[in-house]
Nanobody, 121 residues
Framework: VQLQASGGGLVQAGGSLRLSCAAS????????MGWFRQAPGKEREFVAA????????SYADSVKGRFTISRDNAKNTVYLQMNSLKPEDTAIYYC???????????????WGQGTLVTVSS
């Protein structure tokens, strides 16, 4: 499956952004989807994951209550709505796909190219 992330940009602290990740090549609903992020000098970290039909969702503690993951299987797209953004949310955000549930980067076989989110203070 091929993944294309978009929606990143520059936003002030307290603002919102919505990231999108469009999938192609395979049956999208067969894959669970995740969002990860990597800040400069840091390891890639888990942000959120959603199961095949959206029945199971998981968030990193650092984004709970502020970020919302969702998917539209008819559009082959997964979204990450990010509210109340903080400077520490600044990172490259990646979408990922796999057929097995997981919250670590090593568990995901397919990756998009990343989209940069910059939150100014």
């Amino acid at each position: 499956v091929q993944l294309q992330a978009s929606g990143g940009g520059l936003v002030q602290a307290g603002g919102s952004l919505r990231l999108s990740c469009a999938a192609s090549g395979r049956t999208f609903s067969n894959y669970l989807m995740g969002w990860f992020r990597q800040a400069p000098g840091k390891e890639r970290e888990f942000v959120a994951a959603i199961s095949w039909k959206g029945g199971s969702i998981s968030y990193a503690d650092s984004v709970k209550g502020r970020f919302t993951i969702s998917r539209d299987n008819a559009k082959n797209t997964v979204y990450l709505q990010m509210n109340s953004l903080k400077p520490e949310d600044t990172a490259i955000y990646y979408c990922a796909a796999d057929t097995v549930w997981g919250t670590t980067a090593l568990q995901y076989a397919y990756w998009g190219q990343g989209t940069l989110v910059t939150v100014s203070s």
